[in-house]
């Protein structure tokens, strides 16, 4: 029997490149995996120069965005294509971190018999609700979030996509930045992470029929990897997200783990991350 290819979609404003630490720790433990760039991301993505030292804020708020008019449904071409080619060699573990749970769940909607497996790791699994309102319920009380708004460049709608300020010297911003994505490494680790993030964001979260549905993703198996020191998702949310799949395909649950890590800290220190991974393969 082939063995499984994984592939591994980012979250917001990050790439690949986030994903090099696990990929590292998977090839060590004898498995294949591909990590994606989503349209607008990788080295497809925008670094005005007034992103970098000295910042002008006025033209990083206006300088022309490639993310602006990137849509869901160009993730979902771009992965797909890159799944009908991995699948010429075997299996597929479809692997999303966080906002990335939005284009998976769209990938097992459309396309389910691409798909092995799916993972979920702290990422959003929508069934009932968008995105923001799932922030405004219960579960997403002691998310942060709501804290980092001041990284933001300029009016997202004026400029036609989420620009992020990354490269701030605000002290107390950064702090609660650490502690929205790794509030359990070390500064220069945090700091590391935050130079791998790109500035700009697709507004593209998809709608209503975007979320996951019973008959194409809800016959894929799957699991989901809860990140118990997540301050972004917190736990309870994700739970929700466990909780809402299961009622929609009783029968076809998720296989859930649970790992001591913040919302980032897996790919920083992924050890423990591979060798579930490599369970499931």
Not at 15 to 32: T, V
Not at 74 to 98: M, Q
Not at 158 to 178: C, F, P, Q, V, Y
Request: aromatic share 6%; net charge negative.
């Amino acid at each position: 029997m082939k063995q499984p290819t994984f592939v591994l979609i980012h979250g917001s404003n990050a790439n690949s490149f986030s994903f090099a630490p696990l990929q590292r720790e998977l090839a060590l433990l004898g498995h294949r995996s591909l990590a994606v760039d989503l349209p607008g991301h990788g080295f497809g993505a925008t670094f005005p120069v007034s992103y970098q030292a000295p910042q002008d804020p006025g033209e990083l708020a206006s300088a022309p965005s490639n993310a602006a008019g990137k849509t869901l449904a160009d993730n979902v071409e771009h992965v797909t294509g890159i799944l009908r080619r991995v699948r010429e060699h075997g299996p597929v573990i479809a692997l999303a971190h966080s906002r990335g749970g939005i284009t998976l769940t769209a990938v097992g909607n459309t396309s389910p018999e691409l798909l092995d497996h799916m993972v979920y790791v702290s990422a959003w699994c929508c069934v009932e609700k968008q995105p923001q309102e799932y922030m405004a319920e219960p579960e997403a009380a002691s998310s942060v979030l709501g804290e980092t708004a001041a990284v933001l460049a300029t009016n997202p709608m004026e400029l036609g996509a989420l620009r992020m300020n990354w490269r701030t010297a605000d002290s107390g911003l950064l702090s609660i930045l650490k502690k929205s994505m790794l509030p359990e490494g070390t500064d220069d680790e945090f700091r590391t992470f935050l130079n791998t993030l790109e500035p700009d964001e697709s507004l593209d979260a998809g709608g209503p029929d975007d979320r996951a549905q019973a008959d194409t993703w809800g016959r894929i198996p799957r699991t989901f990897i809860r990140l118990t020191g997540d301050t972004s998702l917190p736990a309870p949310l994700q739970d929700r997200f466990i909780k809402e799949a299961d009622a929609l395909t009783p029968d076809n649950r998720f296989n859930v783990h649970s790992l001591d890590s913040g919302h980032v800290g897996f790919l920083v220190h992924p050890e423990k991350a591979a060798r579930l991974l490599a369970g499931l393969a």
